[in-house]
């Protein structure tokens, strides 16, 4: 079973910084992607961003240039350096990570299916 824990929320004035940490554990498959979502007050958890075993990542539009995700595949966690925080950011942040379901033809089929009891970020202007 997957564990994620996560660590590094707070609170911090528009234009700061934070960096949120996720200690992972159990068997993750290496073809399945980790990442970084978010929910704010009255709206839908929102996927932030994502890395895959090859280190390629991907993020939503509105945290691109701010936002880095990375991994520690021998300290088996994972982080997300938020910068230029502005109000917009301010939600409980989870950790996630996805459970292979399939595979067919080559292709690994998985979704996020093991998740982090989540960490609050508060931004403040």
């Known amino acids: 079973q997957v564990q994620l824990v996560e660590s590094g929320g707070g609170s911090v004035q528009a234009g700061g910084s934070l960096e949120l940490s996720c200690a992972a554990s159990?068997?993750?498959?290496?073809?399945?992607?980790m990442g970084w979502h978010r929910q704010a007050p009255g709206k839908e958890r929102e996927l932030v961003a994502t890395?895959?075993?090859?280190?390629?990542?991907t993020y939503e539009d509105s945290v691109k240039g701010r936002f880095t995700i990375s991994q520690d595949k021998a300290k088996n966690t994972l982080s997300l350096q938020m910068n230029n925080l502005n109000a917009d950011d301010t939600a409980v942040y989870y950790c996630?990570?996805?459970?292979?379901?399939?595979?067919?033809?080559?292709?690994?089929?998985?979704?996020?299916?093991?998740w982090g009891q989540g960490t609050q970020v508060t931004v403040s202007s």
């Open positions: 996630a990570a996805e459970r292979l379901n399939f595979v067919f033809a080559e292709n690994a089929y998985c979704d996020f299916a093991y």
């Open positions: 890395i895959n075993g090859d280190g390629t990542t």
């Open positions: 159990g068997y993750m498959d290496s073809r399945c992607r």
